[in-house]
Nanobody
Framework: QLQLVESGGGLVQPGGSLRLSCAAS????????IAWFRQAPGKDNEGVSC????????MYADSVKGRFTISTDNAKSTVSLQMNSLKPEDTAVYYC??????????????????????WGQGTTVTVSS
């Protein structure tokens, strides 16, 4: 059974850090790009970051560039999102998703969300003082 499970969300003060993890089971990260999307209340869904299969390339939304870092641990079949200098506007439910290499590499546009075959259940990040 192919599955993605996120963890690491929580409550943090502005300026703080969190590390999200996305654990994959039932498939190899060598064949999939993994992306993080987020959904904040009352806001459009947003593609945050993506890493290509085998960690070959990365992509970031302008809103998180320089603050978030995505990485892959193939041995653990896990993709992590290190989030630093968090802002209240980063508050959202964060989802990881997998897109087959057959469709190409990373994409973060919401219009392409349907090309991500597998999704996790989401983890909530709240940035507040």
């Amino acid at each position: 059974q192919l599955q993605l499970v996120e963890s690491g969300g929580g409550l943090v003060q502005p300026g703080g850090s969190l590390r999200l993890s996305c654990a994959a089971s039932g498939f190899t990260l060598d064949d999939y790009a993994i992306a993080w999307f987020r959904q904040a209340p009352g806001k459009d869904n947003e593609g945050v970051s993506c890493i290509g299969s085998s960690g070959g390339s990365t992509m970031y939304a302008d809103s998180v560039k320089g603050r978030f870092t995505i990485s892959t641990d193939n041995a653990k079949s896990t993709v992590s999102l290190q989030m630093n200098s968090l802002k209240p506007e980063d508050t959202a439910v964060y989802y990881c998703a997998a897109r087959s290499d057959v469709l190409g590499g990373c994409v973060l546009t919401v219009a392409k969300r349907h090309e991500y075959n597998y999704w996790g259940q989401g983890t909530t990040v709240t940035v507040s003082s």
